[in-house]
């Protein structure tokens, strides 16, 4: 609610409830300028109606003049009697008459003239003082009436007339007493506010028996200011001296008048400014001299007096003072710039005299900040959850500080200073979004309790700290983990044929099946594929040893094999294997030692073959010829064979598909023997779930991938990053049956040092969801003596029912032609409970260029798509349990085909160019572009 207080009857201001306009109008009341001059109005805004708040504001309403005043003379008659003239005195002055107009400027503005009894043009009158003089001999007995008109210059004209009787009568005779004033010489006051036609003073002669005239006989501006009326004296006056003359026929008499004009308080004191502009920062201290003011006053005894009038807020009117004497602006309590950023102040100045005047002026006091407030944060603790199996750059969670502070003080620089282990998260340092930095890896370290800071870009910088706490959690599309990374278990050699030998446990969100991929050569053991019970298959026999007594033989006669061009160095060109019946599975027993492999031909500066394992690599990737023989030894330490091999070098075909990233990046553990997760190489270009092969070109033995889904895995050998630091592994994709036509992109691998993983040992018992176990880990060095650090980690236990996907990740290409409503891919996603699932896109997709089921998972394209608008949709697709309400996400990667429909356009639509006539042939003229 808005009202408003008005301090004049003449003005009135709009009011609404709940809402106002501002206006501010005159009321019936006329307004008149030669009665007041200017209006002061006080506005006050009150909000209410449960609390209240006012803000004040003064409107100054300076009224223009209007030509509303017409001329006026100060007698209604002029009647004179004037001496009769000869010839010689024409030209001589008859009378004065005036007339004053309480105009301004041109409204005020008069001009005389004689509009009737002159028709003789016997006088004449000077238009801007109103005399009147003779032009011809004037006869006594002869009587002239003359209308005279006064007129201002406004618009419309306003004008008034006077008559001016002139009655010429014959010469006085000369009296024999000589003229003489009452005085030598005559002082008169006045006031500077005298009113016009108002009388000054009378000067008189001792005794005159004869009609005698005076006349103002001093300079110009004496004349003007000052009249002398045929019968009396009176008129407004001068600062100037005028001289009056007494005339008797030939005789005259002059005397000396001195008019004084007296100040009065008609001037109003005036600032030297209309506004003030003045800063001042917040942490000043109280008496702080924030400017002086200056004002003058025309008038000669003027003393003025400063003073605060108001303030738009009241509540500023404490937080300053102002010296009365000297004008000195001083803080009166210290300020707060977060409590307000200005104040507008109204400083009256008023002179000492009555009715006193006065003039208002602003200041307006800009505080400047300070950096006075620390930041903090929204929350002293952030709770987040993370699958391990995020890519790199997801997000995780979001801090946010707050600082009171303006501009640079208040400008948050987040970071994180302690926490981080092995660095696998990063932060935003403008939002405060955390996000992952590397992979994330559950054995290593399950649980994270980040100090995140921030600070401001002050001076001092303050800062605040906050701990987030992060839980990694596994995913479904995790690789099982083994509960212990060595199983050992010992038997009796006579133990029957299905005897227990020990249980092998993992982890899974999936169910599991166990199998036995190594060291099972002899078919002794058998494993149960649910369980992980392992029993005795076969009889054992601790005393039987097995001796070399024959050769090894390959698995092929000849080998050949296609590698496509370009290539690399490392990269696995095939791999040749043979057995030897002298070694078996009890490696101890067997005098027959390992097969060694070894190449016999001259390709060795092109092709080497790893000793133990018979893969061959490339040693040199500059092949020049499209075909290569040699031949590979196998040996047994006594026993040897060889086999041919043909490698054709082909040069690849573009297949059409694309990686969803020129290069991949990822880390792994150093020491750690279990397998663990790579990274995830996603492709597009390819239709609805069509089967697509990935291969990695260099494995080395330390890295696998899964030919249908693109995850690159370790092999369970351990990494040492003081031997290898990093890996740069080549994988290779194609369809199926295609050998030319493939794509590839390398994956940047970084072995990291051991990170104090925390694993899971055993299974829960029960359904633990949301429930915090907090585990106290101990750090522990080798030295002498053994130091130690403690650290409490907080365990969370995630709800099991979050829908799961067929893929971690989906990938698409559609043309941009494709038509409206057409499906361009199916999303699959499950529920652990069974419930039924809706997808819902969630990101990616700010236009509603796509729609997906609710209840199928197609995506449909829902508007025409445009290759030179957007070339690339990542969107969000989310997956929520209808029943638990269990929610998860998955990325979908479209990428927009180009279509030719765009005609070329150049870039100018004409070209010129200047060639001089001699130029050669071939002398470029001009490029022109499109």
């Known amino acids: 609610q808005i009202n408003s207080i008005v301090l004049t009857v003449h003005f009135a201001i709009s009011v609404l409830f709940f809402s106002f306009s501002g206006l501010i109008t005159t009321t019936a009341r006329k307004l008149d300028r030669e009665h007041q001059t200017e209006h002061f109005l006080e506005v006050t805004v009150i909000d209410g109606p449960v609390t209240t708040r006012q803000s004040t504001v003064w409107v100054i309403v300076h009224i223009e003049d209007e030509n509303d005043n017409v001329p006026t003379f100060p007698e209604v008659t002029y009647r004179i009697n004037l001496p009769e003239r000869d010839r010689n005195k024409r030209g001589e002055p008859v009378y004065r008459v005036f007339a004053y107009d309480r105009d301004l400027g041109a409204?005020?503005?008069?001009?005389?003239?004689?509009?009737?009894?002159?028709?003789?043009?016997?006088?004449?009158?000077?238009?801007?003082?109103g005399m009147v003089s003779s032009k011809m001999m004037a006869s006594a007995g002869s009587y002239d009436i003359l209308t005279i008109k006064a007129e201002d210059s406004g618009i419309p004209r306003l004008w008034s007339t006077v008559k001016l009787h002139v009655e010429w009568i014959r010469k006085p005779v000369p009296s024999s007493i000589?003229?003489?004033?009452?005085?030598?010489?005559?002082?008169?006051?006045?006031?500077?506010?005298?009113?016009?036609?108002?009388?000054?003073?009378?000067?008189?002669?001792?005794q005159s028996t004869t009609t005698v005239w005076f006349s103002i006989v001093g300079g110009r501006l004496a004349r003007e200011m000052f009249y002398i009326p045929q019968n009396e004296c009176g008129r407004n006056c001068s600062l100037d001296t005028g001289l009056v003359q007494i005339l008797l026929c030939i005789s005259s008499l002059n005397v000396q008048v001195f008019i004084r004009v007296q100040d009065s308080n008609d001037n109003p004191p005036v600032f030297s400014q209309p506004a003030y502009d003045v800063s001042v920062s917040e942490d000043a201290p109280s008496d702080f001299e924030l400017l002086r003011l200056r004002a003058s006053d025309m008038d000669e005894r003027s003393r003025l007096s400063f003073s605060i009038y108001g303030s738009v807020d009241p509540a500023s009117m404490r937080l300053f003072r102002v010296n009365p004497g000297t004008g000195a602006v001083y803080t009166a309590d210290r300020l707060d710039y977060e409590a307000r950023t200005q104040h507008i102040l109204t400083i009256m100045v008023k002179d000492q005299e009555f009715p006193f005047n006065r003039d208002l002026t602003r200041i307006l006091v800009a505080v400047e900040d300070t950096n006075d407030n620390v930041p903090y944060f929204t929350s002293t603790v952030y709770d987040a959850t993370a699958y391990e199996t995020f890519p790199v750059g997801t997000s995780v969670v979001q801090v946010t500080a707050l600082d009171k502070d303006n501009g640079i003080n208040g400008q948050l620089t987040y970071t994180m200073e302690a926490g981080n282990t092995g660095g696998v998260f990063a932060i935003n340092n403008t939002t405060g979004l955390i996000f992952t930095a590397k992979d994330l890896d559950l054995t290593s370290l399950g649980f994270y309790t980040l100090t995140v800071r921030a600070?401001?870009?002050?001076?001092?910088?303050?800062?605040?700290?906050?701990?987030?706490?992060?839980?990694?959690?596994?995913?479904?599309?995790?690789k099982p983990k083994f509960s212990q990374k060595e199983h050992q278990a010992e038997i009796m050699e006579n133990s029957k044929i299905g005897t227990y030998v020990t249980t092998i446990s993992a982890l899974s969100r999936s169910p599991l099946i166990y199998d036995i991929i190594r060291g099972n050569e002899e078919r002794c053991f058998f494993i149960n594929h649910h369980t992980g019970v392992i029993t005795t298959r076969k009889p054992l026999d601790f005393e039987v040893i097995n001796i070399n007594d024959s050769p090894p033989k390959f698995s092929q006669d000849t080998y050949e094999t296609v590698l496509l061009l370009p290539t690399y160095v490392g990269v696995e060109v095939l791999r040749v294997e043979a057995l030897d019946p002298d070694i078996n599975a009890d490696q101890e027993k067997s005098l027959t030692p390992k097969l060694a492999y070894s190449l016999v031909d001259n390709s060795v500066e092109y092709f080497i073959v790893q000793r133990y394992t018979g893969v061959v690599t490339v040693t040199n990737p500059n092949l020049s010829k499209d075909r290569y023989r040699f031949s590979v030894k196998v040996w047994d330490g006594r026993f040897s064979s060889m086999v041919s091999i043909t490698v054709l070098v082909r040069e690849a075909v573009d297949s059409g598909l694309l990686f969803t990233r020129p290069m991949y990046s990822s880390s792994i553990p150093e020491n750690k023997p279990n397998v663990t997760l790579v990274t995830v190489v996603n492709t597009v270009g390819h239709r609805l779930n069509e089967p697509l092969k990935y291969t990695l070109l260099n494995a080395g033995g330390r890295f696998t991938i899964r030919s249908t889904c693109g995850v690159v895995l370790?092999?369970?050998?351990?990494?040492?990053?003081?031997?290898?630091?990093?890996?740069?592994?080549?994988?290779?994709?194609?369809?199926?049956?295609?050998?030319?036509?493939?794509?590839?992109?390398?994956?940047?691998?970084?072995?990291?040092?051991?990170?104090?993983?925390?694993v899971l040992k055993r299974a829960f018992e029960a359904d633990l969801s949301n429930a915090e176990y907090r585990l106290a880990i101990i750090a522990?060095?080798?030295?002498?003596?053994?130091?130690?650090?403690?650290?409490?980690?907080?365990?969370t236990v995630v709800n099991k029912a979050m829908p799961v996907f067929d893929k971690p990740f989906y990938g698409i290409t559609v043309r941009e032609d494709v038509e409206v409503s057409s499906s361009v891919l199916g999303i699959n996603a499950s529920s652990p409970e069974g419930q039924d699932i809706i997808f819902t896109i969630?990101?990616?997709?700010?236009?509603?260029?796509?729609?997906?089921?609710?209840?199928?998972?197609?995506?449909?394209?829902?508007?025409?798509?445009?290759?030179?608008?957007?070339?690339?949709?990542?969107?969000?697709?989310?997956?929520?349990?209808?029943?638990?309400?269990?929610?998860?996400?998955v990325d979908v990667d479209i990428v927009v085909l180009d279509v030719n429909d765009n005609p070329p356009l150049f870039q100018n639509t004409s070209y010129s160019a200047i060639l001089s006539e001699n130029s050669m042939i071939g002398t470029s003229v001009l490029q022109v572009g499109g």
């Open 107 to 129: 409204n005020g503005n008069i001009t005389y003239s004689i509009i009737d009894g002159n028709g003789d043009e016997k006088f004449s009158i000077d238009p801007r003082t």
């Open 178 to 206: 000589p003229l003489l004033f009452t005085q030598r010489s005559y002082n008169f006051s006045i006031a500077e506010t005298t009113a016009v036609a108002q009388p000054v003073g009378v000067v008189a002669i001792s």
């Open 455 to 478: 600070m401001d870009s002050g001076f001092p910088q303050l800062m605040a700290t906050a701990s987030v706490r992060i839980s990694l959690i596994l995913s479904d599309f995790s």
């Open 714 to 758: 370790t092999t369970g050998v351990p990494f040492d990053r003081e031997e290898i630091g990093s890996y740069e592994l080549v994988v290779e994709v194609s369809r199926e049956d295609e050998i030319l036509r493939v794509a590839r992109v390398t994956v940047e691998v970084q072995v990291n040092p051991v990170t104090g993983e925390l």
């Open 780 to 795: 522990t060095d080798g030295g002498s003596p053994r130091l130690s650090s403690e650290v409490e980690l907080p365990v």
């Open 842 to 889: 969630t990101d990616g997709d700010p236009s509603f260029q796509f729609d997906i089921g609710f209840d199928t998972g197609i995506i449909s394209v829902r508007y025409p798509l445009d290759y030179e608008t957007m070339q690339y949709y990542r969107l969000t697709v989310k997956a929520t349990d209808t029943l638990t309400g269990a929610k998860s996400e």
